[in-house]
């Protein structure tokens, strides 16, 4: 399923098959993984990233466990609920 992450006035996607249209789209997997710093920085360039992950709730469940305390990244792995409800990210 496709989840999208939404920063201000900008967005970013994580889905199976790369968007057509003004997304900037990378590679989940590509040099080394997507990560918060990276996609962070693909942000101030685009206002909107595709990050494409053979599977994208895991994508996006590491990219939200990245900001979140390590204390409480077991209760954010535990209820994906808190994850949508924290950054806003809407199926």
Known sequence: MNRTVYFADKAV??????PGGAWYAVA???????????????LE?????????ADPDAAVAAFAAEF??????????????????????HT
């Open 13 to 18: 996607l994580f889905t199976a098959e790369t």
């Open 28 to 42: 989940a997997d590509a040099d080394g993984g997507v990560s918060r710093d990276k996609i962070l920085n693909f």
């Open 45 to 53: 360039s685009h206002n909107s990233v595709a990050v494409v992950a």
């Open 68 to 89: 979140t305390p390590a204390a409480s990244t077991a209760w954010a792995a535990a209820d994906p609920a808190i994850i949508k409800t924290r950054l806003k990210i």
